[in-house]
């Protein structure tokens, strides 16, 4: 049976050391549904239950222009979440039962070629009942939207799963602000009238890889394929003088600006009950989708919205990735 009062002291522990909630999923319950090989059994038999925890992103970091920095931020909490979850696993192991953490950023290319975590935390984290995931494949919790980390630890003691959240948190293209706003047009911005957003929800990972790592090892392998490609002949000098190089040595050592440096649809994710309110009177924020910016175009067999696009002054973004492409000749300058 079920040990509920293991489980609520569990809970009392992680919100004492900083998460901001707890679900659990049944191991057995959850494989079923998964159609791949991101299932606990593929790091370690015998586990009965999956912890799940979320943390939030601060306030502050979405009211920062420079991504770079917002990106530590992001680091800055999930170290604490990493941390929480080591507390929990020794805190369960000293109760007599075997606790595993789950890495949060791990990428195991024997599940998945192009890289995957050991467990896809945001279906997951819907699973435990913590959330739901949204039309940009972002989980949402209640409390603070999309602006969460998530992580998760396995154990064999037998905890009483948490049922799934019944009505979705994301409205789908009926708020669409995510997909107006996603630089690499990487989320849908169509999907036929009347459909659940469980329906149409997805995400071209591959271009918004591309905008959300600019400063990872593999945004460096791009960078090389541009300088190899360019139809230019290059002055070296020039190019090492690109603020890139120094963007990149920087996050290597600090993290500031490295692996995911994207935060638009973070932004304006409207769900929220503890945060969204803040976000949005951060003068800053109020320029991603000004009064007028967003159209929605409803036929009678779809429904597709449109983006106008920010004022000038709301384009730092991108910039020196525009400047770098315009240097080898595979784009124009900003």
Known sequence: MPDTELKSALASYAAELGADSLGVANVVEYSATVPNEQKPEFLVAGMQSIVVLTKHLLTGTMAMEDVASQSLGSHLALDQL?????????????????????????????????????????????????????????????????????????????????????????????????AVLCPPKAIPLEAPRGASVNDYRDLDQRGCSQAATRLSIRSLYVVLQKLVHSERELDPAEVLAQSYWHDFYIATNSKRGAFAACFECLYVCPVGSKDVRKVMRVPYRRQDLPPGSVTHIRGDQTHEVLFKGPPPERDPEYRRDRDFDALVGLGRPS
């Not at 789950?102 to 998945?112: G, N, R």
């Not at 919790?141 to 905890?159: K, M």
């Open 82 to 178: 990493e941390e929480v979850l080591y507390g929990l696993a020794e805190w369960l192991e000293d109760q007599g039962y075997a606790a595993l953490p789950i890495s949060c950023e791990y990428a195991d290319m024997d599940l998945k070629y192009s890289g995957a975590g050991l467990l896809d935390l945001k279906w997951t984290a819907e699973h435990a009942g913590l959330g739901h995931v949204g039309l940009n494949l972002n989980f949402l919790s209640p409390e603070y939207g999309s602006r969460v980390l998530l992580g998760a630890l396995l154990t064999d003691a037998v905890l009483e799963p948490d049922p799934a959240l019944e009505d979705p948190l994301c409205p789908g293209l009926e708020c669409g602000r995510c």
